[in-house]
């Protein structure tokens, strides 16, 4: 709660700021806003694939007449869901203060954490899901996934982690994923001359270039984390140590796939895809970097450094 408290009070006045103070280039945000200008309920038929961020951003706006307030809500809730989530892999308390520490300190997070035209909703949503297999409501985990789809189509993509993850977790989940796997190639694979008209093609698939997907398996280091290396830092550091030290560190092994999983979609997105990678698209792997630290720190005592000097070993 103290740490909560402590990002509201330096976060609030952003709700009364521009979002183009000072960032030169608008373009996303000019056009985000005029179609909020004139967006309603009855639009969700004709644009389906931004339904779920303009809904909530509107519902914002006649409730508060500000349309960052749930974009601070959602991102406050993200800080919760990672905290509860940290517990629950790490089993330890520690854990989950650490991970929601480390999103905190994240220039991604910072960033977007208010921003309208790239709001955080999606990234709840689909954290939200991860957090629910761990608990006893797993069966409610994929509700928050498919609406993440049409918030975020990048989502549509992580499921083969997100299978992974689930089956060395929780093998009931991952059999309830499953039965969405068809409906989630689809989507992947959709073709916006091919697609119904009110969805837009989610994920165009346009010129597929051997290069550009060769390049995806770096690129993202340099592009999606740009102005973050301390995070990227945490995630090279986090995920050597759980490698060496899986069999001790109970959950790590499912998380360092789900991470994995998530990095490869990468190369997917820049050789197949219309789409480039952008920092606010790496809100979700913030949030799993913060989660790896956690489980390190809180099991720190399980954690065998002379195994890294034992050259033979």
């Known amino acids: 709660m103290a740490i909560l408290v402590g990002y509201w009070a330096f976060t609030v006045g952003e709700l009364f700021v521009d979002e183009c103070y000072n960032l030169g280039d608008c373009f996303d945000y000019d056009r985000r806003m005029s179609r909020l200008y004139v967006w309603d309920i009855n639009w969700i038929q004709n644009d389906f694939r931004h339904s779920v961020h303009f809904l909530l951003l ?10 960052k307030v749930l974009v601070l809500a959602s991102s406050t809730l993200l800080l919760v ?32 954490d208010t921003s309208v035209t790239y709001p955080s909703f999606w990234a709840l949503l689909f954290v939200t899901s991860l957090y629910l297999t761990t608990t006893k409501a797993w069966y409610l985990a994929p509700l928050p996934y498919i609406i993440s789809v049409p918030a975020k189509a990048i989502t549509a993509l992580y499921l083969p982690g997100v299978l992974v993850f689930e089956f060395f977790y929780n093998r009931k989940a991952f059999y309830l994923f499953s039965v969405m796997l068809v409906a989630g190639v689809i989507l992947l694979f959709s073709v916006s001359q091919f697609s119904i008209p009110a969805l837009g093609g989610f994920l165009v698939i346009d010129d597929p270039h051997l290069r550009k997907l ?45 991470v994995l999983g998530m990095i490869l979609t990468s190369p997917v997105m820049t050789g197949m895809t219309t789409y480039s990678i952008w920092p606010y698209r790496m809100l979700p792997l913030v949030v799993l970097i913060g989660l790896m630290v956690g489980m390190v720190v809180s099991n720190y005592n399980k954690i065998d450094l002379k195994m890294f000097l034992n050259l033979k070993r």
């Open 58 to 67: 509107e519902t914002s706006y006649q409730l508060f007449h500000n349309y």
């Open 81 to 112: 869901v990672s905290y509860l989530f940290a517990v629950n892999l790490g089993e330890k308390r520690l854990a989950g203060i650490v991970a929601v520490i480390v999103v905190l300190q994240s220039s991604i997070f910072h960033v977007y």
């Open 214 to 258: 060769a390049g995806g398996f770096v690129s993202w280091m340099w592009q999606g984390f740009a102005d973050d290396q301390v995070t990227l830092l945490l995630l090279v550091i986090g995920g050597f140590l759980l490698f060496f030290n899986r069999k001790k560190i109970k959950n790590s092994k499912p998380v360092l796939l789900l």
